[in-house]
């Protein structure tokens, strides 16, 4: 009899923690989202011939998200974790175009690091964070995304 309280207290507990890990509160469409909190910065060409960008990651969010660069221009991206962004969870930068010249991911640090490369076609490619917790959205979905748009 003395275990009997157990047999009511775990369910109860895993019943609870199950309710806790897929509510989520109602947040309006990320796509949408984006489009009304775009950060626009357009690279300039610095003396050295490279386009350079400092961009920050935060909770759910790229700073600036938009980045406009020049064709087979190099570019240096200056990445790091915003200060405001809880230590504990990871963020990344992630942009997956290889044909374009464009291919990297970086887990964000509280330092600078670089990321460089040299687009080689028009178009425009999304960035985003391809982190996911065990429940939950992906950090993508939650807004962590922007877009790299290369022009003549």
């Known amino acids: 009899m003395k275990h009997a309280k157990y047999a009511v207290m775990i369910p109860m507990l895993l019943l609870l923690s199950s309710l806790a890990a897929f509510s989520e509160e109602k947040k309006p469409d990320t796509h949408d989202q984006a489009a009304m909190n775009e950060k626009r910065v357009v690279a300039t060409i610095e003396a050295d011939g490279v386009q350079r960008v400092e961009i920050k990651g935060g909770e759910y969010y790229f700073d600036p998200n938009y980045i ?44 600078l690091q670089s990321i460089k490369f040299t687009p080689t076609r028009v178009g425009k490619y999304p960035i985003y964070c391809d982190k996911k917790p065990p429940f939950g959205k992906d950090h993508r979905d939650r807004g962590m995304e922007g877009m790299i748009e290369v022009v003549e």
């Not at 790091?80 to 809880?86: H, L, N, P, R, V």
């Not at 990871?90 to 997956?96: E, G, L, M, T, Y």
């Open 68 to 111: 406009v660069v020049k064709v087979n221009k190099p570019v240096e991206l200056q990445v790091k974790k915003a200060a405001d962004s809880t230590f504990y969870i990871p963020h990344n930068i992630v942009a997956k175009a290889p044909e374009a010249g464009i291919d990297f991911r970086l887990d964000l640090k509280k330092e």
